[in-house]
C-alpha cells in the first residue's frame, strides 16, 4: 500500500532539515533558561514553545491559515499586542517613587543613549560591509537597548519585520541577563564609595499626584512627540485606570486576565518568526552582538549620568541606581538593591531605583517615537 | 552611501538623544511643577518638605550640565 | 541639520488644530466627571481618554490601523461588542422583582415614549431646517432616551455611524446625570401622597421562574419582532447562564473578565469618534439637546404611567417607581428610592423599582427593533 | 418633502410605541402564566398567594386604559 | 397605515418555517438535557441557544454579519477556537496516572478503532447508495468516536463544514450520554471477575517527569506525524504552561478566563450551524447513528484491549478501564470506576482509568493527525 | 466507485490504526525510558520500583500481540 510511503515522506523525520532540527534545539535551550533558571519565563516559555510549533516542517502552523500566523498578522503586524500589554504594563506600574524624586528621569534618559550608540553601529557595521542593515533595521535593532519588550517588538513590527524573531529574542534574553551583564558594568564605573552612598528616604505621594501624571505625560507627548503616543498612549491609559480609583474592576482584569491572554499569543506569534529560514541568517548573529552592546553602553550611561547628578545636586544620589535606567523592570532594580548592599549592608536602594527603571520605559517609549518618526515610513 | 549611512547614523542619534533629553526635562519641570501645586493646595500628606524654588534650581543646573556633557561628545 | 525642523513640524504644538485643543478640553471635562464625580466611571474614562489619543494630531490610533480603528472596526461596526456587553448585563441582572410583579412591564413600555416623541421632534427640527437629520439619525438620536448604552451604540452603529460619537456621549453622560435630570420631574409630576405609597413586598420568585423567563423572552422576540432578536438574544444568553446554574463559570467569567475587557476596547472605539472632526459639527449639538429632552419626556411617561397603573390596580402602586422605566439600571431605582424616602421615611422601593428599570432595557431593546426594522438598512 | 419627514415620524412613532406596548402586554401575560403554572405545578416557595385569574382581570383592565390613553394623545 | 403591514411581515409567526420551528424545539431539548439533566452543560447550553438564535428568521445572526457567523468565520473556520479549547484542556490534564503507567497509552490506541470502523462503515452506506458521503465526510463523521468535542470541531471545520453543526452536536450528545452508552457494552464484554481485580497502586510521578513528558510527546509529534502537531502541539504548551511551575499567571487565565470565553464563542459559533437548512438534511440522521456505532465500537474495543492485556501482563489490569480510552474525560473514567465497584465494592479504578481516559485523547488527536493527511485539502 | 470507495476506506483504516499504535507504541517506549532515566539520576520519588528492564519486555510482548490480534481482523 502506497499509503505507508505517503505517511513517510509526510513525517517529521523525512521532511525536517538541519536548519529546523537547531531551531529546536535552540528553542529548548529558551525553555530550559526560562523553566529551570527562570529566566523572564512568562516570554521565553512562550516564544520558545512557539518556536518549536513553527520549526515543524509540511504543516500550516506559523504560515497561512496556522494559528501562530494568524496571531501575528492580527496582533503584531497591526500593532495591538505590544500596545495591550503596554496598556497592562501601565495599569502594573507605581509611579510613585518617580513622582518623589522627579530628577531621576534624567537617569531614565541617558540610559537611552544605548540605544543610540547601537544604532550608529549598526550603521557603521554595514558601512563597513560586515553586515547590511538598513536605517530602518538599525533603528529596530537599537531598540533592544530599551530593554523593554514591548517596546523593542511595536517597533520592529512598524520598522524591521523581518528581523522580529531575532530582536524580540535578543531583547527578552538580555532582560533576562540583566543580573549577569550589568554588575561588572555598575562596578567598573563606580567607587566603593560612591556605591555605598544611602540616599534620602522618599516623600509619601498623594493620590492626586498619581491621577494626574500620565495625563500630564500623555499631554506632552501629544504636544511634542505625537509618533510615540501610541506607546505612551496606552502606558498612561492603564496607568490612569490604576490611580484613579472608579474603574477598579477595568485594572484588575488588565493586570490579570487580559495582559495574560495577550502575552499567551504575543509569545506563539514570536515565536512565529523563530522558523529556521528566518531566523538562522548572518544578521540574527549581528543582533545578538549589537543587542549585548547596546544593553551594555545604555547600563554605562546611566551609571554615568547617576555621578554627574550625585556631583551637582546637594542631595545624595547613589549612581548605581542609574543602571536601572535602561528598564528591565523590576529587574534592574533589584540588581541596583543587590550591588548596593555588597557595598553597605544597610543601604536599600529599591524604591530609589524604581523612578529611573519606570523613567527607562518612558525614556525608551521616546526614544521608539523618535525612531518611528525619522526611520519610519 | 558608506558615510551617508553614518551621518545618518550620526544625525538620528544628535537629534534622538536631543528629544530624549529635552522631553525628559520638560517632564521633569512639569512634574516638579504639578507636584509642588498640588501640595500647596492640599498641603500636607509628606514627609519632607519640598521647597519647589531650590529643586527648580537643581533641575535647572542638571539640565545645564547635561547640555555641556553632550556637547563634549 | 533639517531633522530639528522635521521634528518641530510634526509636532503637536505645531499640528494641533483648535478644535483638537477643544476636544482635548472637553475629554478632560468627561474625565473629570467620571474620576472627581464618579458618573459612569466604566464608560466616560475609557471613552474620555480614548478621545484625547483620537485629537492627537499627525498620527494614526483612531485612524487606519490605529488601535482604536481597529477596534471601532472590529467591535462596534460589526455590532459584536454592544452585543456581548448586552451579554453581560444580561448575566448581572436579576428579572426576580419583576418576575414578582410583571404589571411592571408597563412601566418600562411607557418610558420608551421619550424615543420616538424624540424622534418624531429631530424631524420636526429637520423640517423646520434648524437641523438636517435623516429618518435614520432622527432613530438612532430617540434612542438615548432609552437611557441604555449598549443599545444606543448598536442602534447608532446600525443606523448613524457618523453620529456615534456624539451619541455615545449623550446617552452615557445623561445617564450619568439621572441623579440629576430625573428628581425635579419626578416630584413635578405626582403628589406628596403619591410619593409616599408604600408598596407590598415581593413574593419570593422560584428558580423555575428565572430559567425559563429569559427563554420566554426569547422566543416571543422570535415570533413577534425578528429584529430585536440580536439584542435580547444576546441579553437573554446571559440571563439563561447565569439562572441555569449549570455553567456557573462561564456566566461568572461573562460578567467580570469578559465584560471588562469588551468595555475597555468598546470605550477607547466610541473614543476614536470623538476626533475634532467628526464631533464638533452642529449636529452634536442638536443631539445633546434632543437627547436631553428624550430623557426627559421618558421619565415623564414612565411616571404618568405610574399615576395610572396606580388608579387602575387594586394593589398600591407608586408613581416614582415609573422613573426607573428608562432603564439606567441601577441608578435609576436608586434615585426613586432615594426620592420616596423624602416623602415617606419608611419607604423602600429600591427593589420595586428595579422591576421597571430591567423593563426598560427590555423596552429599549423592543424599540431599537423597530427603529431598525423601519428605518434600518 | 418637510411634511413627508414629518409624516414618516408620525407613523413610526405610533407604529413604535404600538409595538412596544403590544410586546410588552403580550410579555406581561405569557410572564403570568408561566409563573402561575408553575406555582400550580411546584406550588408555595412564595409568600403572597398569586390568584392568577384577578391579576389577569388587572392585567386586562391596564391594557384597555393604555389603548385609550393612548388614543387620546 | 402599512407599516403595521410591514411589521406583519417581518414577524416570525409570518417568516417561520416549519423546519425552524422543529430545530428550535430540537434545541430546547438539549437545553433541557443540558440545564435538569446536566449532560455536558457547558457546550450544550452555548450550542443550543446559539441554534434557537440561529433558526430566528430574517435576522441576520447566523449568517452575513451576524454575530454568530463572525464567531463561525473568525474562530471555526480558521479552526482558532478548537485549537485554544485544546490547549486549555492540555492546561487541565494532569498526566501523573499515564506517567505512572505508559502501559495504559494501548488502551487509548485501542479505542481509536471506533473512529476507522466508523468511516469504513459510513462508506459502505455510501457505496450501498444509503447515504452519500466523500470520503472526507466519512473521515470527519469518524472522528466522532472519538469522543473529543474540539478534535471533532477542528476536524470537520477542516473536511466537512457542511456537516459541522451534525457532527458537533453528535459528538457532545453522546460524551453527554456515555454514562448510558458504555455499561451495558462494558459488562457484556467482561466476566465478573475481570470487572472484580483491583489494581496495584500508581507510584508517585516527580514534577521532572511532569515537566518533560509534553515535550518528549511534541517531540514525537515532530518527527512522526506533523499534521497532527496543531492539535496535539497546542495540548501539549498547555500542559506545559501548567506543570512547569514558572508561569502559573498564564496558565490559571488559560483554566478559567481564557478557555471559559472561547467555549461561549465556540457554542454559539457550533450553533450556526444548527439552522434547519443545514441541520435538517438527511446525512444528519446518518451522523447520529454512525456517531453512536462509533462511540459503541470504540468502547468495545477499548474493553476487549484490555482483556488482552491482562492476559499478556503479569501486573493486573481491569478491562472496564479499557472502556476509559475513548476520551470524554473524566466521564468515561467515572463510568468505568462506577461499574468496578458495582463487582466489587473495594475497587476505586477511578485514578486507573484517567491514563488510558488522557491516552484516549492523545489517540483521537493522532487519529485526526491521520484523517487530515490521507484525506484533507 | 462503489468498490473504490470502500477500498479507499479499508486502506485508511488500516494505515491509520497502524500509524496510532505505531506511534502510541513509541510513546510508551520514550515514557518508560524517559521516566526511567530520571528515577536513576534523582532517584526515589515513587512507591513502587520500575525495573524497566522487565517493563520494556512486557511493553514488547503486548506490541506484538497487537500486531497478531491486528491481522486477526
Ligand atoms: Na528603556
Ligand atoms: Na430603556
Ligand atoms: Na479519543
Redesign the pocket.
Known amino acids: 500500500m502506497e499509503l505507508f510511503g505517503e505517511l513517510w515522506a509526510s513525517s517529521g523525520m523525512y521532511q525536517m532539515t538541519w536548519g529546523q532540527l537547531a531551531m529546536i534545539g535552540v528553542c529548548l535551550l529558551l525553555l530550559y533558561l526560562a523553566i529551570v533558571r527562570r529566566f523572564e519565563p512568562l516570554l521565553l516559555v512562550t516564544i520558545g514553545f512557539g518556536g518549536i510549533l513553527s520549526n515543524i516542517p509540511g504543516v500550516e502552523i506559523a504560515t497561512g491559515n496556522g494559528l501562530l500566523h494568524l496571531a501575528y498578522v492580527v496582533g503584531i503586524e497591526s500593532g495591538a499586542f505590544p500596545l495591550i500589554i503596554f496598556m497592562g504594563v501601565g495599569a502594573l506600574t507605581d509611579f510613585g517613587p518617580l513622582l518623589a524624586n522627579p530628577k531621576t528621569l534624567f537617569l ?1 534618559a541617558a ?2 543613549f544605548g540605544i543610540f550608540a547601537t544604532l550608529l553601529g549598526a550603521l557603521g557595521l554595514s558601512a563597513l560591509g560586515v553586515f547590511d542593515f538598513s536605517v530602518r533595521e538599525a533603528a529596530a535593532i537599537g531598540i533592544i537597548g ?3 519588550g514591548p ?1 523593542a517588538i511595536y517597533v520592529a513590527g512598524k520598522l524591521a519585520p523581518d528581523l522580529l524573531g531575532a530582536i524580540a529574542v535578543a531583547a527578552y534574553s538580555y532582560m533576562a541577563l540583566v543580573p549577569l551583564i550589568q554588575p561588572p558594568i555598575m562596578r567598573l564605573l563606580t567607587t566603593a564609595e560612591e556605591r555605598a552612598i544611602e540616599m534620602r528616604q522618599l516623600r509619601v505621594v498623594s493620590r492626586t499626584e498619581r491621577v494626574l501624571f500620565p495625563l500630564l505625560l500623555l499631554l506632552l507627548v501629544a504636544l511634542m512627540l505625537p509618533s510615540a503616543a501610541p506607546l505612551l498612549g496606552m502606558f498612561c491609559f492603564g496607568n490612569l485606570m490604576r490611580e484613579c480609583g472608579v474603574v477598579d474592576r477595568l485594572s484588575e482584569t488588565t493586570q490579570t486576565s487580559l495582559i495574560n491572554i495577550v502575552t499567551i499569543f504575543l509569545g506563539l506569534a514570536v515565536g512565529s518568526k523563530l522558523a529556521a529560514g528566518q531566523f538562522l541568517v548572518p544578521s540574527t548573529l549581528g543582533i545578538l552582538l549589537l543587542g549585548m552592546v547596546a544593553f551594555a553602553i ?1 547600563t554605562a550611561s546611566g551609571v554615568l549620568m547617576g555621578r554627574l547628578m550625585n556631583l551637582l545636586t546637594r542631595e545624595p544620589i547613589n549612581p548605581l541606581i542609574g543602571a536601572a ?3 528591565a523592570v523590576p529587574m534592574a532594580s533589584r540588581v541596583a538593591n543587590r550591588v548596593g548592599l555588597e557595598a553597605n549592608p544597610h543601604n536599600y536602594l529599591l524604591m530609589h531605583a524604581m523612578g529611573p527603571n519606570v523613567a ?2 518612558i ?2 517609549a521616546v526614544a521608539a517615537g523618535v525612531m518611528i518618526l525619522f526611520a519610519g515610513p | 552611501m558608506t558615510s551617508d549611512l553614518l551621518t545618518q547614523g550620526l544625525e538620528l542619534m544628535v537629534v534622538g538623544m536631543g528629544t530624549v533629553f529635552a522631553f525628559l526635562t520638560l517632564l521633569v519641570f512639569a512634574t516638579a511643577t504639578m507636584s509642588r501645586l498640588i501640595q500647596r493646595w492640599q498641603g500636607a500628606d509628606d514627609d519632607m518638605p519640598a521647597p519647589g524654588a531650590d529643586r527648580a534650581a537643581e533641575v535647572a543646573a542638571i539640565a545645564a550640565a547635561i547640555a555641556l556633557h553632550r556637547r563634549r561628545r
Chains 1, 3, 5 share one sequence.
Open positions: 531614565g540610559a537611552q530599551g530593554a523593554d517596546t545604555g535606567g535602561v528598564s527607562g520605559v525614556g525608551s
